[in-house]
């Protein structure tokens, strides 16, 4: 980490502990309560598991393998790469999985947009897609920041409050679904800490050289906070560990920043009808600052809509002469490049706005070889000598 | 109850363009709100510290507080909280940094409670704040994802740059190039089964979700009510 004024406020400390009137309970007690009254089934963590530390100090366990991969509608819709890396992680770690058609959008995005839906709905959706994952034995992994904590929400209300536990049986009923909640609702990201020796193990590129500033997800840390990952290891444990973690494993330049705790202004609503907003939040506290702060090579983050929000933004930006410019990308997509994934085939970079080919040859990644290749395979498509490209053509 | 209208740091008279609207009106809403059984949950009285709209975004470019949010509902300022739920909570980004209250205040979730009532209550702001946001409802209740590739398009997002030009001329051959099989769909995120739509359908209608787009968007919710009905009555689902 640089030895910025922010990381020598962070170093004063050695390990930062909470005072125990702000730690929240471990809400287990409560659901294995309810699975011994028979109220709900609680889907098990199964086969090997790694045990992280979250923010409170309570050991989450994370499943390796026999994950059940709940897809973003943003990262799949208009971030591809993001979902893709995260599967080829996977399978270069040898872990199986199951990418299920049996699985709706949380939702969430249009809830904290536009509140046309309402609790007992939101919890039908996050039950509907926990029980078509407890069906087929695997585990659910959840790809999208926002799913992850409104999911954390709906069981958290769903503990909690009977009646609505009730409504939402009885529609469940009715799609002849169980009422499950899993024992720990993980994200990718926790999954990626929880293998990050895996990966560096794995790395084919020294990223020593690449510095990284991280922004965290406001809904995966900040909502229901005590689920979220938090190491004495990084920034003393003050910060989540969510991204910074794998980075500092990875041995890449993870520099700090002032305002690291801001939003990324995606602002759900905002995004859609009114991005002035986000593009101004976006670029003024967030990567203008970096910049000022860190310089940093790349922006990593590891949300569906900080993605987005923080890439986006910068073109009408730059049209203002704004000190921005920097290629933002999910911690999945750099982890995968950094192993050898194709940035085209697999990281899908192309989707993205802000100039990654900089960063790409810092790396030691020749993009301009790399673009020719996705582009012979596209030829070899609209020549329909395939019709789509398969895991097997990715890896040739 | 007095209306204290003399605070300099109110957007506007607290009444001021809302006299209109008759105080029992006012009452059964804010009362909705504090029925719903969340509220208890996210209000615990305020410090006044600030912290909240320190951290807030939203507060750094509207004349948005999270501190206000807070107040008015600890104090259950009728006159004050409807005019936020008619001014102030659609600046609202429910990014939840507000969450670092020291007294574990949630002032975004009294605003997302707020939002819901508005738009039960079909509120006139409430339309408006989503105008142009109906493709998207229509999209995530009809799809069962919220973000479809085919919405990338260069007029809809002209300050995204270039790429996103690129990314329509190109878009069925580019989803068709991504390996995971789910992925090769242009109209949804990914493939969803026909079931599972199904399934999601009995949700809206069951738990009344779907009754409320009436209120944002009558012509939206005609057209989503008959395919759901169409959809069910193929499957022989009763609701």
Known sequence: ?396 | MPAATLDPHLKRDRVAGHEEFPVELKERLIGKVMDDPRFPEYLYGCYECGICVAACPSARFYDFSPRRIAQAASRRDVELMFQQMQEDIWECSQCFSCLRCPRGNNPGGVVTIMREVAVKEGLHTAKEALAGYSRIIYKIMSTGTQVSPDMLQPDAFPDWGPEVKDVSENLDLWRRMLPPETLHTTATGWKVADRTLVELYVIWLETGALDMIAQVDKGIHMILEELMEEKLEEEGIEV
């Open chain 1, 1 to 396: 980490m640089s030895d910025t004024a922010v990381s020598v406020i962070l170093s004063k400390k050695k390990q930062f502990d909470r005072e125990p009137d702000r730690r929240s309970t471990d809400f287990h007690d409560k659901l294995f309560q309810l699975e011994a009254e028979g109220e709900l089934v609680v889907q098990r963590i199964t086969g090997e598991f790694v045990e992280v530390p979250t923010k409170y100090g309570i050991a989450k366990k994370v499943q390796k393998a026999n994950l059940w991969h709940h897809k973003s509608c943003g990262q799949c819709g208009h971030i591809p790469g993001y979902s893709t890396s995260i599967f080829w992680i996977m399978r270069k770690l040898g872990y199986g999985y199951h990418d299920p058609e049996d699985q709706t959008s949380c939702t969430a995005w249009n809830y904290y947009a536009s509140a046309t839906s309402n609790q007992a709905a939101q919890a039908a959706v996050a039950l509907r897609n926990f029980a078509a994952a407890y069906e087929t034995g695997y585990f659910p992994l959840i790809h999208c920041g926002t799913s992850y904590g409104h999911y954390k929400e709906v069981r958290s209300e769903l503990l909690h409050d009977g009646a609505l536990r009730e409504q939402v049986r009885k529609v469940l009923a009715k799609l002849g679904k169980e009422m499950v909640i899993p024992e720990e609702i993980v994200h990718y990201s926790e999954w990626l800490y929880a293998v990050r020796n895996e990966i560096k193990e794995r790395m084919v590129y020294d990223f020593s050289d690449i510095a990284v500033t991280v922004h965290p997800a406001c809904h995966y840390y900040k909502l229901v906070e005590g689920d979220a990952i938090y190491d004495p290891d990084v920034y003393h444990g003050q910060r989540t560990a969510a991204v910074s973690g794998l980075v500092q494993s990875m041995g890449a330049d993870l520099r700090s920043y002032s305002t690291f705790f801001d939003c990324c202004g995606f602002g759900f609503r905002h995004i859609l009808v009114q991005r002035d907003f986000t593009r101004s939040f976006s670029t003024l506290r967030k990567i203008e600052v970096m910049k000022a702060e860190a310089d940093p090579d790349v922006v990593l983050t590891h949300d569906t809509g900080c993605v987005t929000a923080l890439d986006k933004s910068q073109f009408a930006a730059r049209a203002h002469e704004r000190n921005v410019g920097i290629p933002v990308m999910s911690e999945a997509q750099f982890a995968a490049l950094a192993m050898g994934a194709h940035p085209f085939k697999v990281c899908q970079l192309h989707w993205h706005s802000t100039n990654y080919r900089p960063l790409l040859e810092k790396m030691g990644i020749d993009w301009q070889k790399a673009w020719h290749e996705f582009e012979e395979d596209a030829k070899r498509l609209e020549r329909g000598e395939q019709e789509f490209l398969t895991w097997a053509d990715v890896d040739a």
